[in-house]
């Protein structure tokens, strides 16, 4: 296995590969892609079923998050 790299835009949920890796017909290749614009979820955060609906209450979840939070600054 060896590595490539290159930069596209993806338009439509295409990939167009540059030309110069034409050589690429018919293979199998493991791909990650890295975006700069960050692909946040469209649902917003809801800590209460991430913890649990009702093993913890919203106090200490909100709590949890103000600490953790904190740790970020």
Known sequence: M???????DIENNLL????NYKNL???HARVII?????????TTFNPRAF???GKQSKQV???Y?????????
């Open 25 to 27: 017909n018919k293979v």
């Open 2 to 8: 060896y590595a490539i790299e290159f930069e596209a």
């Open 34 to 42: 890295l975006t700069q614009e960050p692909q946040y979820p469209t």
């Open 65 to 73: 998050l103000a600490n953790v939070r904190d740790g970020w600054n």
């Open 51 to 53: 913890f649990g609906i």
């Open 16 to 19: 167009r590969i540059p030309e």
């Open 61 to 63: 979840c909100d709590a």
